[in-house]
């Protein structure tokens, strides 16, 4: 069993700056990308950031430059800033680890979803 934890998201004015965080635990072999999705109400599901587990990012055209990804790969731990928050960033957040099973099977684990709302 994989679990993901994710914290960090709430209530933030435009403009304005939060930091997500999701960790991974349990039955971990190998950890091959980490990164973020949203959805919000209505819209289809996008992914937001990916890093790769060499550290490559891919960040979606309308968060470049807001928005940077990490990992801390000793604590199986991705992170999301975000800073320039504008109302239209307003989503449930959800991150995902891509493992590597001993087998060398890929399986993608994602997180309960934070919700982050952006509003004055």
């Known amino acids: 069993q994989v679990q993901l934890v994710e914290s960090g998201g709430g209530l933030v004015q435009p403009g304005g700056s939060l930091r997500l965080s999701c960790a991974a635990s349990g039955s971990i072999f190998s950890i091959n990308d980490m990164g973020w999705d949203r959805q919000a109400p209505g819209k289809q599901r996008e992914v937001v950031a990916v890093i790769s587990s060499a550290g490559n990012t891919y960040y979606a055209d309308s968060v470049k430059g807001r928005f940077t990804g990490s990992r801390d790969n000793a604590k199986n731990t991705v992170y999301l800033q975000m800073n320039s928050l504008k109302p239209e960033d307003a989503a449930v957040y959800y991150c995902?680890?891509?493992?590597?099973?001993?087998?060398?099977?890929?399986?993608?684990?994602w997180g309960q979803g934070t919700q982050v709302t952006v509003s004055s």
């Open positions: 995902y680890v891509r493992l590597r099973r001993p087998s060398g099977l890929f399986v993608d684990h």
